[in-house]
């Protein structure tokens, strides 16, 4: 927005643009779940919308985290496109077992709206179904610059660390990852991140979007509280599910 037209008319370097997602996409998402009523939150939107179709088409090269991205850009009449998908390693030491594990992890900066979103939908709506069957299980809510909002949430049975150098110790001590994302966009890093620790992951369609995950192969994916409280009970309850998991 800054800077390229200046680099294209002044030199005959190449611009490589990488959208890391596409975020008309997300702000479109919350939008929509928000009713569609937002003015200021459509204009933004379509703002983006404006100026991401504009950059794809300057641009030498255009990357995206995931192929369904990739073809919303060709559909932008860009040819250009090539996929770069967010990459973890897996651990190769010992993945703690099922009977060493208690409680439930989530992972966020809470800079980013939908991660705020994520989290109250968890600990308001998800959570209280869950203590009516595990009434002492811990959800720890791991990340950098947790807001006023996100701290409100902070109770006996929710902790709320910041941010925190090495989290692996956290995803080793609990027995699931849940990602209730209601809206957002490409490749969710901290789904990779879980799997390549061996934790297992409850998500929603959209965190899941763009890995190729399928439902109770190597995941499991809910969009409606009740369906992801019950996969939750399922990975706490039963050690065959976790383990294939």
Known sequence: EKFGNVLLKKSKIQIIYDTIDLHYLRLKREWELKGSADRKLERKWKRYLKNEKKFSRLSDQVLTVTKDEAAKVKGWNVQN???????????TDRVPSFEERQGILFIGS?????????????????MPMIWESFPEIPVTLLGSNPSDEVIALESD???ITGFVEDVVPYFDMAKVFVCPLRFGAGMKGKIGHSMSLGLPVVTTSIGAEGMGLENGSNALIADERGAISRAIQDLLEDEHIWGNL
């Open 81 to 91: 496109v090539s996929v770069l998908p967010t990459i973890h390693i897996p651990r």
């Open 110 to 126: 809470y800079l980013h709206p939908p991660n705020v979103d994520a989290v109250n939908f968890l600990t308001k709506k998800i």
């Open 157 to 159: 049975r929710v902790s």
